[in-house]
């Protein structure tokens, strides 16, 4: 027995041995596919040496002889730090998933291959200016020299055991209509009010429901702001202007004048809420060549700087969330086409071949308009009428790149806004300031003219009577230069004030994020760098002191409950982190939430304008049916804070971080045991209402989307200014900069907006 447990004992030692030296052995094979970062390499397609210096923290500066052999270095630098993430981007434009990751994508291919946004990159690049293709050209060579150079793969090629394909223009575009794709929600709002409308609930009530934006709260621009002769805004009917706040992806921005800051001279901030991934959606760059020269957040797979500044401007972004999308309904006639101006128009049928890893094939039917495709045919759960859809971003023309590289190289407002003509969609609040004292606003775009009395709120015939009228000229754009309030505030609110000639959108955010801003913009006469980075990381909630005076009315159903009240009321309403309170109120304001779930259909109803009047002044959905005595809606308050309380004890949590976590998967790994090595979560306070965002699931409480990039630019000496995205530089998991400025950001730090110590150069040299 000895023998055979000495045995035993020796033949588990040798498997834990070969085991630690196979580990061992693919821990140093995916390590080979770390990136140079020193020394030199000869690449075919450059004219001059290049200049790559990363920092101690990844930062890259690229210093090159010509604006061609700028971009083909970014191209190269993108993919060596990137190449799986690009590669991941552009199968999703694609509608490709399927043929490395399986069945498990394919609903999504034909989704994507529905839209046709590959088909659309493709028509967009025949179309692109002489300077554009140079670029993108030059971009895609960088990254097929990389391609081209023997450098092992990122580790997901090798896991998932294929090689990427070579690169071409269309790949880069499919990215900026994915993007646009992510910021633009209005098709989905018009199919919720429908599918509402569907279920019986009249006009009226939807108006309750889904209450309109505020009369009395903030717009990013005041009547005094503008110097176009207004009107009235169009007019609409009660259910044409239902407006419910939207749940896209949120930012905030602000730029002041030097009159509001401590040096003379503007601030500008911004940090754009997106989703949260395994490598960050941004590649912190500085671009250094002739009559060019930028430095801020780029986005792998595409040139250029998306945010920051150049030296004489500075800029950013926030979605404005214009409704640049318009269901129509279809009135069919015998299954093969569909009523149009009095005539029966034949569909125009595509066929998208999906190819399945492991040798299957999809042959699938895409039904074309003259609007665009029949998205519902994608929808697993379609409605019984069929809806086309119209939107800028099908559009075969689109020059988004040639606005964002004019912009790179402006060096004055005009020049900016000259640089905007041409953007497309998304359109985007932009926030300017210059080094000679200027600040500014304007949300460029091709927003669609409507027929009077088509509001883009809900699906409309699709018969011609509806069709757009054009676009609106860049003249009419919303803008201003040095307003006379000396600060401008964007938070995906309202942006245009009464009067304006038309209107972007009926869908905006709540305002609590810009109510907030602006209350503390105004608290000082004068504001300093910290004034804006203590702005940028609040997480005081506003939604808090809106429903403060409901736990004052409501009676408390334990002396459990009745104590976390005053606990409650004693509050300052921080969102923090590491709040008992705040996970109390946010577990409280969740069970407030399902109030009209009966009536909707919907688990959760985050409006809180709603809520709030029905708590005050009554509503149906208040009294359950299934319990006697009949409910009063603060008698619903008060049962949901036992539920908080149960949900709470139920969790084991005591701090809102906890169980609210900041969460990085990785789009593929995730789903592997090597996401141990992949994934990262971190605690983070906030909520969806605060100004340092921390938006949640309400099941699972986790944050999936937040703050991707945070710049706070100084026009007095933008060598001082200061930015930060989560999680790092590299994409690859085993690399010292794939996650290490995770902890930076959670913790609200910030890297100087240049070059940090330390650093290797590797130099790009013609190869023949």
């Known amino acids: 027995m000895k023998r055979f447990l000495k045995a035993l004992a020796w033949l588990v030692g040798i498997g834990a041995g070969l085991s630690l030296l196979a580990g061992l052995g693919l821990y140093l094979l995916l390590r080979a596919s770390l990136p140079q970062g020193e020394g030199r390499l000869s690449l075919k397609g450059l004219s001059a040496p290049v200049e790559v210096v990363r920092d101690g923290r990844g930062v890259v500066r690229v210093r090159a002889a010509t604006l061609e052999d700028l971009f083909f270095a970014q191209g190269f630098v993108h993919a060596q730090e990137r190449l799986w993430q690009m590669e991941f981007q552009r199968r999703v434009g694609q509608g490709r998933l399927s043929e490395v990751l399986g069945e498990a994508t394919l609903a999504q291919d034909r989704f994507l291959r529905t839209w046709g946004f590959y088909r659309v990159a493709r028509a967009a690049y025949a179309g692109l200016y002489p300077e554009e293709k140079r670029v993108v050209e030059a971009y895609v060579?960088?990254?097929?020299?990389?391609?081209?150079?023997?450098?092992?793969?990122?580790?997901?090629?090798?896991?998932?055991?294929?090689?990427?394909?070579?690169?071409?223009?269309?790949?880069?575009?499919?990215?900026?209509?994915?993007?646009?794709?992510?910021?633009?929600?209005?098709?989905?709002?018009?199919?919720?009010?429908?599918?509402?409308?569907?279920r019986g609930i009249s006009p009226e009530r939807l108006l309750e429901l889904l209450p309109p934006y505020p009369e009395d709260a903030p717009t990013i621009l005041r009547a005094e702001d503008l110097r176009l002769g207004l009107k009235r805004e169009e007019a609409a009917s009660a259910l044409l202007r239902l407006a419910p706040p939207r749940a896209l992806e949120a930012s905030n921005n602000w730029v002041v004048?030097?009159?509001?800051?401590?040096?003379?001279?503007?601030?500008?901030?911004?940090?754009?809420?997106?989703?949260?991934?395994?490598?960050?959606?941004?590649?912190?760059?500085?671009?250094?060549g002739p009559g060019y020269r930028a430095i801020g957040a780029t986005l792998?797979?595409?040139?250029?700087?998306?945010i920051g500044h150049n030296g004489r401007i500075a800029w950013g972004v926030t979605n404005v969330g214009a409704d640049v999308q318009d269901l129509y309904l279809l009135e069919e006639v015998g299954g093969k086409g569909y009523r149009y101006r009095g005539q029966v128009v034949p569909y125009r049928v595509r066929e998208e071949r999906i190819r399945i890893k492991g040798g299957k094939e999809e042959v699938l039917k895409v039904r074309e308009t003259l609007y665009g495709p029949v998205i519902t045919d994608a929808l697993q759960d379609p409605p019984q009428t069929p809806m086309a859809l119209r939107w800028v971003s099908l559009d075969p023309e689109d020059h988004l790149l040639m606005a964002y590289l004019g912009i790179n190289r402006a060096g004055n407002w005009e020049e900016f806004k000259e640089a905007l003509r041409p953007y497309s969609a998304p359109s985007q609040n932009f926030v300017y300031a210059d080094v000679d004292g200027n600040i500014g606003y304007i949300a460029p775009g091709k927003f669609p003219i409507r027929k009077e009395g088509h509001t883009g709120m809900v699906p409309v015939p699709g018969n011609g009577e509806w069709d757009w009228l054009g676009y609106r000229p860049p003249e009419a754009w919303p803008q201003v230069l040095n307003p006379p309030e000396g600060f401008l505030v964007t938070a995906n609110h309202k942006v245009t004030p009464p009067g304006f000639p038309y209107a972007l959108t009926y869908d905006w955010a709540e305002?609590?994020?810009?109510?907030?801003?602006?209350?503390?913009?105004?608290?000082?006469?004068?504001?300093?760098?910290?004034?804006?980075?203590a702005i940028q990381q609040d997480q005081k909630s506003l939604?808090?002191?809106?429903?403060?005076?409901?736990?004052?009315?409501?009676?408390?159903l334990s002396e459990g409950s009745r104590a976390w009240r005053e606990r409650l009321l004693a509050w300052d309403g921080t969102m923090a982190a590491g709040s008992e309170e705040a996970l109390v109120f946010a577990l409280w304001y969740t069970e407030?939430?399902?109030?009209?779930?009966?009536?909707?259909?919907?688990?959760?109803?985050?409006e809180p304008r709603y809520l709030l009047k029905a708590l005050k002044e009554g509503d149906?959905?208040?009294d359950q049916p299934e319990t006697e005595p009949k409910e009063t809606c603060l008698d619903f308050a008060a049962l949901a804070l036992e539920r908080a309380l149960d949900r709470k004890a139920s969790l084991g949590a005591r701090t809102w971080g906890e169980v609210h976590r900041a969460t990085f998967p990785h789009a593929v790994l995730t789903h592997t045991p090597l996401r141990r090595l992949s994934d990262r979560a971190v605690p983070f306070g906030g909520d969806r209402y605060t100004v340092n965002v921390g938006p949640f699931d309400p099941v699972s409480l986790r944050m999936d989307h937040g703050p991707s990039y945070r710049q706070i630019l100084d026009l007095a000496n933008l060598e001082a200014s200061w930015f930060i995205h989560p999680m790092g530089q590299s994409g690859h998991f085993l690399s010292p900069h794939y996650a290490d400025l995770l902890p930076l950001w959670a913790r609200g730090a910030y890297l100087a907006m240049g070059l940090g110590p330390g650093g290797r150069t590797l130099l790009l040299e013609p190869g023949r």
């Open 620 to 622: 149906p959905n208040c």
């Open 141 to 198: 060579a960088g990254v097929n020299a990389f391609l081209a150079s023997g450098a092992p793969l990122p580790p997901e090629f090798r896991l998932l055991g294929f090689r990427p394909e070579p690169w071409t223009g269309p790949d880069v575009l499919v990215w900026a209509k994915m993007m646009s794709f992510d910021l633009s929600g209005n098709w989905e709002e018009e199919l919720r009010r429908h599918r509402l409308l569907a």
């Open 257 to 288: 004048a030097g009159s509001r800051t401590v040096t003379g001279k503007p601030f500008l901030a911004d940090d754009p809420h997106l989703g949260l991934g395994a490598p960050s959606l941004w590649f912190l760059m500085a671009l250094e």
């Open 543 to 556: 939604l808090y002191r809106d429903f403060r005076p409901v736990l004052e009315l409501l009676s408390p």
């Open 592 to 606: 407030l939430t399902r109030l009209p779930e009966r009536e909707v259909g919907e688990a959760y109803w985050d």
């Open 511 to 533: 305002p609590y994020r810009a109510e907030r801003i602006r209350e503390m913009l105004l608290a000082k006469e004068k504001l300093s760098l910290e004034d804006m980075k």
């Open 300 to 306: 792998p797979g595409v040139p250029g700087v998306v």
